[in-house]
């Protein structure tokens, strides 16, 4: 850094330059129409969807275009009671809170239970909003290899007996696609005293045999006591929640100060939410075109040699390791009218820089054979 350490000019420009030589600088583009989206997480096809589009407008206009304030001043709305009810049914459990977004339920769930003596366990490859949770209760994550049963069981044993302990794992890797093994995690877990928080953000809408995910109704709240859940992905809105327990949600209410202190969600985002449950319940068939997606995709790849990551899911990266290599790929494909995601350190470890393809209910044959074509013709061009 700077000589003149308090020179803010210095410091930003400072921090820019290492970036960029770093080759990870990031760039904003707005999207433009046209392109198809093999890089977003609406998995069902449902943010365009015109009923939820209707569903906001007239929620908006029941409720108004904002809540007004948070949940424990005046904004607490019929709407939000009736959404937090629908979500707790979905993936089978007594209750659940709305946050505002999926970063500030892991944040707000995190701080409201650890402290500086908990003792937090987390997978490797766990999503940014989880680490800065625990962080942001002073207390420190032990790491376990990723999806490594045998060294969370190992960290476990070694922990000191006498504090709380907390598992937590996503449901679905975000970056690499994988899903957690719940049930060993939830073994473990009871085995050693240790709460278990799953994160299912990419799983909620899309896995389980009800869309309600990787957790679900298929492991209780006995097995997984804290589930949180993202709005943003397969149900096509925004917002999350966390479901759990009465006792798990009356000290969120109590303690959690990302719940606390903050706005609760606009109504018609609420009203828009339980128009996207509405359609998942009613249209399975979106869940088994997305899976046919995948199955085609993967199928297609794997005739292409193409060096696609291990996942069932519509999170499918493509590992190319060099950044540079990533940014030419991403880029020229952008060229032929297709978003991919282009993932480099520090969001992924070093050397695993890699296109993050995701796919959808909605995406046609034709865009599928588009995108391996291109794939294919990239990959045929060698090292660059
Ligand atoms: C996207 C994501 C979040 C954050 O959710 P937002 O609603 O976008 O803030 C949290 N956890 C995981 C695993 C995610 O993929």
């Given at each position: ?102 970063y500030m339920a892991n944040l ?248 993050r393809i995701t796919l959808r ?24």
């Open positions: 850094m700077s000589s003149t350490p308090h020179a803010w000019p210095e410091r930003l420009s400072e921090a820019a330059a290492w970036r960029r030589a770093q080759g990870l600088w990031r760039e904003r583009r707005t999207f433009q129409a046209g392109l198809v989206d093999f890089a977003g997480n609406d998995y069902l096809g449902l943010a365009g969807d015109p009923r939820l589009a209707e569903a906001q407008a007239a929620g908006a206009r029941a409720f108004g275009a904002g809540a007004g304030a948070s949940h424990l001043v005046s904004g607490h709305l019929e709407v939000h009671e009736a959404l937090e009810r629908r979500l707790a049914e979905l993936v089978g459990r007594p209750r659940a809170l709305l946050f505002s977004t999926g707000g769930t995190l701080q409201a239970l650890c402290d500086n003596h908990t003792q937090v366990f987390q997978d490797r490859l766990n999503h940014a909003s989880l680490l800065d949770g625990a962080g942001l209760a002073g207390a420190r994550s032990r790491r376990f290899h990723h999806r490594d049963l045998d060294d969370l069981d190992r960290l476990l044993g070694r922990a000191p007996g006498d504090s709380a302990r907390l598992v937590v794992s996503d449901g679905v890797f975000s970056m690499d696609g994988d899903v957690a093994n719940i049930g060993g995690l939830a073994e473990i877990s009871a085995r050693h005293g240790a709460w278990l928080m799953i994160d299912d953000a990419h799983g909620l809408g899309v896995l389980g045999a009800h869309g309600d995910g990787c957790v679900g109704r298929a492991h209780g709240v006995d097995r997984v006591p804290i589930l949180v859940g993202t709005l943003g992905k397969a149900l096509g809105t925004g917002g999350a929640f966390v479901a759990g327990s009465e006792a798990l949600i009356e000290h969120l209410i109590q303690f959690s100060r990302p719940y606390v202190y903050t706005t609760a969600q606009p109504p018609g985002v609420a009203a828009a939410t339980l128009a996207a449950l509405d359609i998942l319940a009613a249209e399975p068939e979106r869940r088994e075109r997305l899976r046919d997606t995948i199955a085609y995709f993967r199928h297609e790849a794997a005739l292409l040699n193409l060096p696609l990551a291990d996942s069932f899911t519509p999170i499918q990266p493509l590992i190319l390791g060099d950044s540079q290599r990533v940014l030419h790929w991403a880029d020229q494909l952008r060229r032929t009218g297709l978003l991919v995601g282009a993932i480099r350190p520090p969001t992924v470890p070093h050397g695993e820089a890699r296109l209910a909605t995406h046609g044959r034709e865009s599928l054979d588009h995108l391996l074509e291109n794939l294919a013709r990239l990959q045929g061009e060698g090292t660059n």
